[in-house]
């Protein structure tokens, strides 16, 4: 079953989630398996907040192994992940 992935970066910039959103569209494993959809913006209160969805939580979690060294290269803080059911996933 589909998995909401929800990020919390506190005091993470639009410039860090650029710089790595671009570069890990262009790795060559992108996209990774499991991925469904991906939104991000501010969270109100100073960082930065991605809403995922994913195939599973392993998915989810095999590919932020892969993205941690993009993520540090980039000056992204520590990601805080959280996970819920998702009954349904629709996407245009």
């Not at 995922?52 to 290269?73: G, M, N, S, Y």
Request: overall charge negative; aromatic content about 12%.
């Amino acid at each position: 079953m589909a998995v909401i992935v929800t990020v919390e970066i506190p005091g993470g910039t639009q410039e860090q989630y650029e710089a790595a959103i671009g570069r890990l569209g262009a790795a060559e494993w992108w996209p990774p398996q499991g991925f469904l959809a991906h939104a991000a913006g501010p969270d109100g209160s100073g960082g930065w907040r991605v809403v995922d969805f994913w195939e599973t939580e392993e998915d989810f979690l095999a590919f932020a192994v892969k993205a941690r060294p993009i993520f540090q290269e980039t000056g992204m803080p520590p990601i805080l992940p959280t996970f819920q059911e998702a009954v349904k996933v629709m996407v245009r």
